[in-house]
């Protein structure tokens, strides 16, 4: 089952407006913390949105770098959660820009979730990003159905507004039978620069069952979880392209992902990548590397604000 998360973009109800962000590193956390009924899985076509009460306000025509956990527990049933930032021009319903995560929450365990990314104001007008979920029954279970938010639960401005940033969503769900390269990313570091960071995150979603969706078809599909790996990789170029330097988060990491969680965020940084005078430019490549094992079941990386690769000087 895909996460509602994927389908309902366009279906969002308005929130107020909080005061703007006035300081750098400014961490809002949720005013409303507490149990939330989690929907039967019949009604994951009309999802209802959570506001979790923490706002930032990003000034326009300026990049900031928002991240988020999610923080969860007590869930009575296996719980599809999706994590969501969704930023707005005031007096607008409209999605201008959103950051997303969607992973299933086990019974009796505490998950955190880190959605993060940059969010850049049009000209026009401030964009207020709003902390919201949603919580869908994943088993078709009957009774009670209930998920807590723990009060750790937060929006945070990471840096205030960026000197400079390039993002990319991952534009298309892929599925992955051995390795692929996500949301690939040019950026070119300012003049005086001596070092960028570097984020990349991918959601995955595992390919099982005797009914797959369509996408998985022609994927192996048996095992009873996948196995992902990981890595970061930035290249900085000389000016005919060629790679001068490759900086790494470090080697291929792998996490196993059951059929049971079947959707999970994978966060990489990188936070001092070096811009070095020997290259003969100031140019960056960077993706997000990412393996399906094949002793284990093929993978999908998913599109629709889930997974992207950010490039930038804070």
Known sequence: MRLALVTVLAAVA???????????????YTSVPGVY????????????????????????????YLSSKLIVSQATVVTETSHLVYCRQAGSTTLVDRLVSGQNVLTGTTTTILTRGMITAPASGNLTCSLEAIFIDHSASTGTRTIRVEASTYLEDVFGVLAASAQTYQPSRVRVDSGYYAAPVTFTAPAGVTSIQAIGDVNVTTCYGTRPETLCVGGRLTGGYAYVGTQLVVHQLNQDGSVCNTTTNGALAGVTVSNTVHHFKINTWHTAVPVLAGCTSRTFSASTRVTANAGAESIIVEANHQSLTALFVP
Do not use: E
């Not at 929907?39 to 994951?44: D, P």
């Open 14 to 28: 308005a929130l107020g407006q909080a005061s703007p962000a006035t300081a750098s590193d400014l961490r809002v």
């Open 37 to 64: 009924q989690v929907q039967a899985t019949s009604t994951n076509g009309t999802p209802v949105f959570h506001d979790l009460g923490a706002r930032i306000t990003v000034p326009a025509g300026t990049t900031k």
